[in-house]
């Protein structure tokens, strides 16, 4: 039997994932998060195969998670399940130590094939990733400025881009506001700009948000 936990802070989306997984006679979830300190207090004791994690949940986010079990030396194979698309979150938490990354809007038995495809050893990512990723590999070019940004500050990066403001990314997160300007004030750094207008452009013109 494989052994799966969910951890998404939408009841109803672990519901839809629960379901999809019901149908499989080999697969079980045995165990539910809604937030980070609830993912790693379950998978502390746990023996599951396979964890199916959001990358936004509140407090820690899905790559802080990954990093978190590899401190701890947890052999859970960890996919996951994100509303962000590929191209923005993907690279980075298969670095981090994820063995794969599907969006929320994939099929359902798109899930299935991705947990039994890990299970086997190897990581699962879509097709159009895949040929990012060789692109990636063949590209001789330096990275980008924003490749250089630790993963909460992309995240808020990208939030910031996206027009949200600060009390906004402060609750979503659940960081203060404070905290979300000192992030702000770093990524600004980094990218040498001066204004959430200039991020928004930086960001648009990489493709990094709609």
Same mark, same amino acid.
């Given at each position: 039997?494989?052994?799966?936990?969910?951890? %998404?802070?939408?009841?109803?989306?672990?519901?839809?994932?629960?379901?999809?997984?019901?149908?499989?006679?080999?697969?079980?979830?045995?165990?539910?998060?809604?937030?980070?300190?609830?993912?790693?207090?379950?998978?502390?004791? +746990?023996?599951?195969?396979?964890?199916?994690?959001?990358?936004?949940?509140?407090?820690? +986010? $899905?790559?802080?998670?990954?990093? %978190?079990? &590899?401190?701890?030396? &947890?052999?859970?194979?960890?996919?996951?399940?994100?509303?962000?698309?590929?191209?923005?979150?993907?690279?980075?938490?298969?670095?981090?130590?994820?063995?794969? *990354?599907?969006?929320?809007?994939?099929?359902?038995?798109?899930?299935?094939?991705?947990?039994?495809?890990?299970?086997?050893?190897?990581? *699962? /990512?879509?097709?159009?990733?895949?040929?990012?990723?060789?692109?990636?590999?063949?590209?001789?070019?330096?990275?980008?400025?924003?490749?250089?940004?630790?993963?909460?500050?992309?995240?808020?990066?990208?939030?910031?881009?996206? $027009?949200?403001?600060? /009390?906004?990314?402060?609750?979503?997160?659940?960081?203060? /506001?404070?905290? /979300?300007?000192? *992030?702000?004030?770093?990524?600004?750094?980094?990218? +040498?700009?001066? +204004?959430?207008?200039?991020?928004?452009?930086?960001?648009?013109?990489?493709?990094?948000?709609?």
């Amino acid at each position: 039997m494989i052994k799966i936990i969910i951890a %998404d802070d939408h009841a109803f989306l672990r519901e839809g994932i629960k379901k999809t997984i019901q149908d499989e006679l080999d697969m079980k979830v045995i165990g539910e998060a809604s937030n980070a300190n609830e993912v790693l207090e379950i998978m502390k004791d +746990s023996d599951a195969d396979i964890a199916i994690i959001d990358i936004s949940m509140p407090g820690k +986010s $899905g790559l802080d998670i990954l990093k %978190d079990l &590899k401190a701890m030396k &947890k052999k859970f194979k960890v996919l996951i399940l994100s509303m962000h698309p590929e191209d923005r979150f993907a690279i980075r938490a298969l670095k981090a130590g994820a063995v794969g *990354y599907l969006t929320k809007e994939s099929a359902p038995d798109e899930l299935v094939k991705a947990i039994r495809t890990v299970l086997t050893g190897r990581k *699962y /990512v879509s097709k159009a990733l895949s040929e990012k990723l060789i692109d990636l590999l063949s590209d001789d070019t330096d990275s980008l400025p924003h490749e250089h940004l630790s993963d909460r500050e992309y995240e808020v990066f990208i939030k910031i881009s996206s $027009g949200k403001k600060a /009390v906004e990314i402060a609750e979503e997160l659940s960081i203060s /506001v404070h905290t /979300v300007n000192t *992030y702000r004030a770093r990524i600004l750094e980094k990218l +040498s700009m001066n +204004s959430n207008v200039e991020l928004t452009q930086y960001a648009m013109h990489n493709n990094l948000i709609d």
